[in-house]
């Protein structure tokens, strides 16, 4: 009994944090968020491409530690988030986000300090009930939304039809407990 009290305690957490439904339906979701994406296929692979060749140059970096930065580009502007150690890493994340072939701009939205396994859970848990709203909200497509969730400061990035959209997506993460402050980069296609 006590080999499998950590591996169900496992089970729980991820399914607490949103994961499991990410694992499950991760690979029929793929395909629904390139057929309601407002980009055209050659602007996402675009996009996709830069984001990998950031997070590329980030791993292979010395001072960047990339596993803590998320990385979103939409238009070919690119948006970090995440919590690093120092200073300097962030600044030099930033550069390397700049110097990548097909990067418009790059928004810096990195926290400074470390991030206890509490803030981490909670991140978790917030942006899980964000994404179950965004889910549920009948006028937002929201695969076509990034939530990312970093001491309580949210970042919704993506493509929405209307300013509508834009504005209700923002209105839903600020008013979901736990949220301490909402970045926008959602772009309006129309």
């Not at 491409?49 to 950031?54: D, K």
């Not at 110097?99 to 928004?107: E, F, I, M, Q």
């Not at 179950?132 to 006028?139: A, D, G, N, Q, R």
């Amino acid at each position: 009994m006590k080999i499998y009290l950590p591996a169900v305690a496992f089970v729980m957490i991820i399914a607490m944090t949103g994961c499991t439904a990410a694992v499950v339906a991760g690979g029929a979701t793929g395909g629904y968020a390139v057929a309601t994406d407002e980009r055209s296929v050659d602007r996402m692979v675009d996009d996709s491409t830069i984001t990998s060749r950031i997070n590329t140059d980030m791993i292979n970096d010395p001072v960047v530690k990339a596993r803590q930065i998320d990385v979103d580009t939409v238009g070919g502007n690119v948006t970090l988030t995440g919590v690093v150690g120092t200073r300097e890493e962030a600044d030099r994340a930033v550069a390397i986000a700049g110097r990548a072939a097909g990067v418009k701009s790059v928004k810096d939205n990195l926290q400074i300090g470390e991030k206890s396994w509490a803030e981490f859970f909670n991140d978790r848990v917030l942006g899980s009930k964000i994404k179950s709203k965004l889910i549920v909200e009948p006028e937002i497509r929201s695969l076509n939304i990034d939530v990312d969730v970093h001491r309580g400061i949210v970042t919704l990035t993506g493509m929405v039809d209307t300013g509508y959209q834009k504005n209700r997506a923002i209105e839903i993460a600020r008013t979901t407990e736990g949220t301490l402050r909402v970045v926008d980069n959602l772009k309006v296609y129309k």
